[in-house]
């Protein structure tokens, strides 16, 4: 029997135009917002229409501020105009080793590599080679390149490209983005210097500005009249209490214009956004969990095992576990760290006559967040 399930029933009221404007990947042709630090990466590029080595740059900021974006945008801008310049962007969550770095750069400079069997070294003089006669000075990304400074042999890859720029004297622009704007204070002198010639930093936006990035995509996304500016204001308001995080507010339009139109509506309602919030904050939560250290992931395990838990609380059962004594005022400092990430959320309480204190609960599902700080804290022995 036919069970009518694509009889097209699920399109007859598509609240979106093309809902691909509103994918995270997506780079728009104008970032608003973001001219002073477009106008600071197009200077680090500069040198190269000039047939100069670019500067290398260092990005870094929180979590959905438009870093990957204004990187791509004004690499690709670069490309577009001048053909010798060619853009290699590597996120090194999937790069995340010395080898998979300079194999990925040497075969893009035409080196086609054997799959497998080559030392590094080997890798390295192909790079290098290939390099010198490529006729076109390569910009490579590194996203995301706290993944490759886990460990302190992927760490050499930093060596790697400062020695064909150094030494070899090979033209190539390297821009390395990180959500940690300490990152190059923990990098030896000479490393710092050479591989973040130029900081570029990226403050978080704040609600107006969401506000108005988020407008602009949503007019391109969805059909007149499908959405309200009060969905728009409310999403913008919501990033922007979370970190002021765009990706999240890009998203939880997504999520909330295919539940309206799973259900046939029009028009995206207040609600169908609500839902969406839950979903796509669990996950950006996760992500901000790489970024904590060993202490600030058992505090937060400790809060979620143990929830809703005082401050005092959180203390005893800390020191207890770790045996060491974590000096309080560090404690609030995590503590506070985690309420700012919005994983966790403090309500003050009274204790009566023994004063006031603060009482913690945590903000993401409690079995797929406890599940991720295992992870996390066994990634980080
Ligand atoms: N000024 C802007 N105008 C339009 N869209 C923007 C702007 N800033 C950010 N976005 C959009 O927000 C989303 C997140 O931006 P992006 O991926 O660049 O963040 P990020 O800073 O690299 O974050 P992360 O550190 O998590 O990688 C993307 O979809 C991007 O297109
Ligand atoms: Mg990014």
Same mark, same amino acid.
């Given at each position: 029997?036919?069970?009518?399930?694509?009889?097209?029933?699920?399109?007859?009221?598509?609240?979106?135009?093309?809902?691909?404007?509103?994918?995270?990947?997506?780079?728009?042709?104008?970032? !608003?917002?973001?001219?002073?630090?477009?106008?600071?990466?197009?200077?680090?590029? *500069?040198?190269?229409?000039?047939?100069?080595?670019?500067?290398?740059?260092?990005?870094?900021?929180?979590?959905?501020?438009?870093?990957?974006?204004?990187?791509?945008? +004004?690499?690709?801008?670069?490309?577009?105009?001048? *053909?010798? =310049?060619?853009?290699?962007?590597?996120?090194?969550?999937?790069?995340?080793?010395?080898? =998979?770095?300079?194999?990925?750069?040497?075969?893009?400079?035409?080196? =086609?590599? !054997?799959?497998?069997? $080559?030392?590094?070294?080997?890798?390295?003089?192909?790079?290098?080679?290939?390099?010198?006669?490529?006729?076109?000075?390569? @910009? @490579?990304?590194?996203?995301? +390149?706290?993944?490759? %400074?886990?460990?302190?042999?992927?760490?050499?890859?930093?060596?790697?490209?400062?020695?064909?720029?150094?030494?070899?004297?090979?033209?190539?622009?390297?821009?390395?983005?990180?959500? *940690?704007?300490?990152?190059?204070?923990? %990098?030896?002198?000479?490393?710092?210097?050479?591989?973040?010639?130029?900081?570029?930093?990226?403050?978080?936006?704040? !609600?107006?500005?969401?506000?108005?990035?988020?407008?602009?995509?949503?007019?391109?996304?969805?059909?007149?009249?499908?959405?309200?500016?009060?969905?728009?204001?409310?999403?913008?308001?919501?990033?922007?209490?979370?970190?002021?995080?765009?990706?999240?507010?890009?998203?939880?339009?997504?999520?909330?214009?295919?539940?309206?139109?799973?259900?046939?509506?029009?028009?995206?309602?207040?609600? *169908?956004?609500?839902?969406?919030?839950?979903?796509?904050?669990?996950?950006?939560?996760?992500?901000?969990?790489?970024?904590?250290?060993?202490?600030?992931?058992?505090?937060?395990?400790?809060?979620?095992?143990?929830?809703? +838990?005082?401050?005092? &609380? +959180?203390?005893?059962?800390?020191?207890?576990?770790?045996?060491?004594?974590?000096?309080?005022?560090?404690?609030?400092?995590?503590?506070?760290?985690?309420?700012?990430?919005? $994983?966790?959320?403090?309500?003050?309480?009274?204790?009566?006559? &023994?004063?006031?204190? &603060?009482?913690?609960?945590?903000?993401?599902?409690?079995?797929?967040?406890?599940?991720?700080?295992?992870?996390?804290?066994?990634?980080?022995?």
């Amino acid at each position: 029997m036919a069970k009518n399930l694509f009889s097209g029933k699920f399109r007859e009221a598509s609240v979106f135009l093309d809902e691909r404007f509103l994918y995270p990947e997506f780079i728009p042709e104008r970032l !608003p917002f973001r001219e002073k630090e477009i106008e600071s990466l197009a200077y680090c590029f *500069d040198p190269v229409l000039r047939g100069r080595k670019p500067f290398n740059a260092f990005v870094a900021g929180p979590t959905g501020v438009g870093k990957t974006a204004c990187v791509k945008y +004004v690499l690709r801008e670069l490309q577009d105009s001048f *053909d010798r =310049a060619k853009l290699l962007y590597l996120n090194c969550f999937e790069y995340n080793s010395r080898t =998979a770095v300079l194999s990925a750069i040497a075969n893009f400079v035409g080196a =086609a590599l !054997p799959r497998r069997g $080559l030392a590094t070294d080997e890798i390295f003089s192909k790079m290098a080679e290939y390099l010198r006669k490529c006729g076109y000075t390569p @910009v @490579v990304v590194l996203d995301e +390149v706290d993944q490759l %400074l886990l460990s302190e042999a992927n760490s050499k890859t930093l060596y790697d490209l400062v020695r064909i720029v150094e030494h070899e004297k090979l033209s190539m622009g390297i821009v390395m983005i990180s959500n *940690d704007t300490a990152l190059t204070s923990r %990098l030896d002198a000479r490393i710092k210097s050479s591989m973040a010639e130029q900081t570029v930093m990226f403050d978080p936006y704040g !609600p107006a500005q969401l506000k108005g990035i988020i407008s602009e995509r949503a007019e391109l996304a969805f059909v007149k009249g499908a959405l309200d500016n009060e969905v728009v204001n409310v999403a913008a308001a919501h990033a922007a209490r979370l970190g002021g995080d765009c990706r999240v507010a890009l998203e939880s339009l997504l999520k909330a214009g295919r539940i309206a139109e799973r259900a046939n509506r029009p028009k995206v309602q207040l609600a *169908d956004l609500a839902s969406a919030f839950e979903d796509v904050d669990a996950v950006s939560l996760l992500k901000g969990l790489k970024h904590l250290d060993k202490d600030e992931l058992g505090l937060l395990q400790i809060i979620c095992q143990n929830q809703p +838990v005082q401050s005092g &609380r +959180v203390y005893e059962l800390y020191s207890r576990g770790s045996g060491d004594g974590l000096k309080e005022r560090r404690l609030r400092d995590i503590l506070s760290v985690l309420e700012k990430q919005g $994983l966790v959320e403090g309500r003050p309480i009274s204790l009566g006559n &023994r004063g006031k204190s &603060r009482e913690y609960h945590v903000r993401a599902p409690r079995q797929l967040l406890e599940k991720e700080i295992e992870k996390q804290l066994s990634a980080k022995k």
